[in-house]
C-alpha cells in the first residue's frame, strides 16, 4: 500500500503515522519535503505511484479544490475524504447518523463537497471537534483561553484524533460510503473545559456570555447535535481507544505537557518509496 495525501494537517499527519505505509503528501507550499498542491506535474506522478489517496483539504469559494484540479487523476484508487459533522446540521440535541439529509450544514460548500466525494466513489469520514496532544482542552485551559457559555441542554460530539485515525485505516478495507467517526457520550463543552480545569488542579473557566462571543462563536453554539457511531462500528470494526472525553483528557494531562505535540510522520521526501 502507498498513500497519497492531499493536506498533510494535523489529523493527516495522525492517519500517515498510523497507516504505516509509504507517504506522499501535499501542502500549499511544499513545506517538510511534501509536495507543492499546485505543482501538476508531481501531484500526478505521486498518484500514479499510490493505491490510496486521502483528502483533507476543505472546500474554497469554488467547491472542491482537489476534486476541481485532479479529479482525472484518481480512479482505479482507494478514495478518501475527511468530512465534518456539521453537515446535518443542527439537530435540536438529537441524536443523528449516516441515513441523515446531509445538506443542511451552516456552510454550503462543505455539504456540496461532502456528496461530490460520495459520488466519486470515496469513504467520507464525517468528523466532530477534534482534539488530541498539541490540540485539546487542556491547551486552552492552561494557556487562559477556554471559557464555559452556561447553555443549558447543548451539546456536542468529539472525537481524540488517534481514534479518528485509527478509524480512517479500518476504512482502507471498507466500502465506499459515509462513515461517522465520534467518541461514544456527546456532551456539553462546558462540562469538558471544565473537567480539563480539574485535571489541571485549575478552578473551571469563567462563564462568557453568548452574547459577547464572535459571531463565528455565536453561529457555532447555534447548533446541538449528537452524532451515532454504529456504523463505523459495525462496518469498520472500529473499537475506540477513548470512548469518551473523560478518557481522551485523562490520556493526554498524563502527558509531559497539555501543549506537547505528538510526534509528526517522517517528511514526504523521506519516507521510503
Known amino acids: 500500500m ?25 501542502t500549499r507550499d511544499g513545506r517538510d519535503g511534501t509536495i507543492r498542491f499546485d505543482d501538476d506535474d508531481a501531484v500526478r506522478a ?22 476541481r484540479r485532479h479529479a482525472g487523476l484518481l480512479d482505479g484508487r482507494w478514495l478518501g475524504y475527511l468530512s465534518s459533522t456539521g453537515v446535518y446540521g443542527d439537530t435540536a440535541g438529537a441524536w443523528v447518523d449516516e441515513r441523515a439529509p446531509a445538506d443542511r450544514g451552516r456552510r454550503h460548500l462543505r455539504n456540496d463537497a461532502d456528496a461530490a466525494w460520495l459520488a466519486a466513489g470515496a469513504r467520507v ?21 477556554a471559557h464555559r457559555t452556561g447553555i443549558v441542554g447543548q ?5 481524540h484524533v488517534a481514534d479518528l485515525a485509527d478509524g480512517v485505516v479500518a ?19 462546558d462540562h469538558v473545559v471544565a473537567y480539563a480545569a480539574a485535571l489541571l488542579g485549575l478552578p473551571a473557566p469563567s462563564i462568557v456570555p453568548l452574547e459577547a462571543l464572535s459571531p463565528a462563536a455565536r453561529s457555532f453554539h447555534a447548533e446541538n447535535r449528537r452524532v451515532a457511531n454504529g456504523k463505523a ?19 493526554l494531562s498524563a502527558m509531559t505537557s497539555p501543549t506537547a505535540a505528538s510526534p509528526a510522520p517522517a517528511p514526504a521526501s523521506s519516507v521510503q518509496r
Open 2 to 26: 502507498r498513500l497519497f495525501v492531499f493536506g498533510l494537517g494535523y489529523a493527516a499527519r495522525a492517519i500517515a503515522a498510523a497507516a504505516g505505509a509509504p507517504l506522499l503528501a501535499t
Open 125 to 145: 469520514f464525517r468528523l466532530p471537534g477534534i482534539y488530541g496532544p498539541g490540540r485539546s482542552p487542556l491547551v486552552r485551559v492552561a494557556e487562559g483561553q
Open 155 to 159: 451539546v456536542f460530539s468529539r472525537v
Open 171 to 189: 476504512g482502507f478495507d471498507a466500502p465506499p460510503g459515509a462513515y461517522n467517526l465520534a467518541d461514544d457520550e456527546p456532551a456539553a463543552q
Open 46 to 67: 505521486g498518484v500514479a505511484a499510490s493505491t490510496h489517496v486521502l483528502s483533507s483539504v476543505p472546500p474554497d469559494e469554488d467547491g472542491d479544490p482537489v476534486l
Open 233 to 251: 462500528k459495525r462496518v469498520l470494526g472500529w473499537r475506540l481507544r477513548y470512548p469518551d472525553y473523560r478518557a481522551g483528557l485523562r490520556a
